[in-house]
C-alpha cells in the first residue's frame, strides 16, 4: 500500500529538490507541485514528490495518525516502513 507522508523540509536546493525528514529518516523530494515551500514547511510527500503543504494542525494530526499505525503494527507483529 502506498500513502504520502509528511515530511519536514529542511533544506531547499536550488534544483527543486529538497531534504525532507519525516520520523528520523531523510530523504531527497521534488518540490515541483508546490508554490513558494520554504525550510520547515511540512508537506505531504508521495512517489519522491511533495504533494501538499500542511498547516500546523493537519501536521500534528496526521503525525499522530502514524505513530498510531506504528504502535498498531508493533503490537500485531508486523512492520511496514513509512519512509
Not at 48 to 58: H, M, R, T, V, Y
Request: aromatic share 4%.
Amino acid at each position: 500500500m502506498c500513502l504520502a507522508v509528511p515530511y519536514t523540509l529542511e533544506e531547499i536546493h536550488a534544483d527543486g529538490s529538497a531534504r525532507a525528514v519525516a520520523n528520523g529518516v531523510a530523504m531527497n523530494i521534488r518540490l515541483d507541485l508546490l508554490e513558494t515551500p520554504v525550510r520547515g514547511d511540512v508537506v505531504l510527500a508521495h512517489a519522491g514528490f511533495a504533494i501538499q503543504k500542511l498547516d500546523k494542525g493537519e501536521s500534528e494530526e496526521l503525525t499522530a495518525l502514524w505513530a498510531e499505525i506504528e504502535r498498531a503494527e508493533k503490537t500485531a507483529g508486523t512492520s511496514t516502513s513509512r519512509v
